[in-house]
């Protein structure tokens, strides 16, 4: 028996915070271990094990692999979020939590029980509670910013993003580092990469998001996923749960 995953797009009114939402579930009898790449988004998860209580979690940008184990009878909900969702949802910088995970409070979300009976429940909960943040004082250039970032994978350089947002890159990468903890030009490459997972879980093991030429894609997917593009596809075992799971995604 397989892990039960399912993914959901957000509503076009929250689409500016909302990557994602997914649900991943273990009833397969075994622990299983898992390789969970980085893909450039901040994730807050809810995860229930069995009769234990509720836990929610704040996961920071990844930057390199991470290994985790997915228990037996777990439950876990996620929020992919973007990152202008950081400042106006959550408030706090999260460099400290670079390719780490705090937990937080339930506080503002309130989650309960039906919220987590379906995926459906749980998108429906986050949508209302984000709707009620207003989006007027949200600075402009920011959201430009992410709005170039996201519309082109990564794949705009620096310069590009700066010239365009009218922002210097000066500026940009010191609000980068004080807010996320890393570069704007090492998140595009992060984005980038996990913009090609699709592509890759196809077997389409060929450049398509603005990498230099076939040896630059070979580097970039080794570098943020310690195996070659050809290794990636073949995902033997499940290794790697963004390969599983993109196969999950909405088109």
């Known amino acids: 028996m397989e892990l039960t995953i399912k993914s959901a797009l957000p509503n076009h009114s929250i689409s500016h915070f909302v990557h994602s939402f ?10 299983i271990t898992s390789t969970v790449l ?14 234990e209580s509720l836990k929610m979690l704040l996961i920071g940008i990844d930057t390199i692999p991470s290994q985790v184990t997915i228990t037996v009878g777990t439950q876990l909900y996620s929020v992919g979020f973007k990152l202008l969702a950081v400042e106006y949802l959550f408030g706090n910088s999260i460099k400290d939590v670079l390719n780490e995970a705090q937990q937080i409070s339930n506080d503002f979300w309130q989650f309960e029980e039906d919220d987590l009976n379906s995926l459906e429940n749980f998108c429906n909960k986050v949508t209302q509670k984000i709707k009620t943040i207003s989006t007027e004082n949200i600075d402009s250039r920011k959201k430009k910013l992410f709005e170039l970032i996201y519309s082109s994978f990564g794949s705009m350089t620096v310069k590009e993003l700066s010239e365009k947002v009218y922002w210097s890159s000066r500026q940009i990468n010191r609000y980068f580092n004080q807010q996320f903890g ?22 389409k093991l060929f450049p398509d998001q603005n990498f230099t030429d076939q040896n630059h894609f070979i580097k970039e997917i080794k570098k943020y996923a310690g195996v070659t593009p050809k290794e990636l596809s073949k995902n033997k075992d499940e290794r790697f749960i963004n390969l599983t799971a993109i196969k999950k995604f909405p088109s």
């Open 22 to 31: 997914w649900m991943v579930e273990n009833k397969t009898g075994i622990d």
């Open 38 to 51: 980085p893909n450039g988004m901040v994730d807050m998860i809810l995860i229930k094990v069995n009769s």
């Open 182 to 203: 890393i570069s704007l030009k090492a998140y595009c490459n992060i984005l980038r990469f996990g913009a090609s997972f699709k592509n890759i879980s196809e077997g």
